[in-house]
């Protein structure tokens, strides 16, 4: 009998993505999501069916996924529709992928995994560019370091962000920043440390951010200290470390509102032409207790495309592969540590 799969958030940005690529690639996926105006035309321009329902209720989910196999889950924040998803489809029996970055929702999967084993399914966040090509360049480079001690990861891209991806780093603001050290994840300030990087495009001052890599790269590898950086210019470094002063505030509910209102009125994810104009320049490196250092490099299309083609390649990894261990899995861990430079636009991973 075939495979049915969904995509949960269809009529988003990212989710648009997915389901033309999808179309091209000759995928039926099943369109959900909360707004039933906006799937019936996605769906009538694909030739698709769609469902309609929220995740206020997990009875509502639960029916809504008895017969899926696969979901592909795209409507963040995932900080919050994670979690109703996740032990749905622990009910369910369906195999759980989304496009998370959040760390807090690897957390939650990783304490799932024995209940995903006994289910028989793949819990399986992070299969766009958060975190595809990080997870997938922190896995060779433990490979080729086995003893690291210390793992940094970094990405470079001038490409605009979509709705929701703006919307969930103002969520991320009052939490402040994130690393890994000695096993544990750590909360640091917005701006914890500054440094120069090549990440493949020439060197550019840099900061670290709470990228689902604190996680994720610490199951993959087992690396113990762990921190990720992007490129910033100093005076987004100031802004930030003013921010950092009255970060409480940034939590009030009226002054998300206030912030996500703007991002709605403001941000339109970046158009074809720029996203074909803007790849992303993936860095990493591990140093273990010898001192010997390890450096790590590839190049891969705009982080959205790679969300749609690295996602939905997952996706037909479960659709055409009868056994595959279940549970908790990363990326790197499920289709493997060169995963990344299958897909179009990517290029090898160089070490040096």
Sequence with gaps: MQKKWMVYGASGYTGQLIVSEAKKRGLLPILAGRSEKKLKLLAAEHDLEYRVFDLSKRVVIAEQLKNIDILLHCAGPFSATAKPMMASCLNSNTHYLDITGEIEVFQHAKQLNKSAIKAGIVLCPGVGFDVIPTDCLAATLKQSLPNATSLWLGFST???LSPGTAKTSVEGLPFGGKVRR??????????????QIDFGDGTKNAVTIPWGDIATAYYSTEIPNIEVYIPMSDRKVKQLIRLDKIRPILGWQWVQNLLKKQIEKKVMGPELSKREHSPS???GEVLNEQGELKTGRLTTANGYDLTATGSLGVVEYLLNTEEF????QTVSQLMGADYVCSLPGSSKITLS
């Excluded at 000695?182 to 440094?195: E, S, T």
């Excluded at 261990?325 to 908790?328: E, K």
């Design 158 to 160: 001038r490409s605009g």
């Design 182 to 195: 000695k096993n544990k994840v750590v909360n640091v300030p917005l701006v914890y440390k500054v440094r």
């Design 281 to 283: 320049y993936i860095w």
């Design 325 to 328: 261990p279940s549970g908790y």
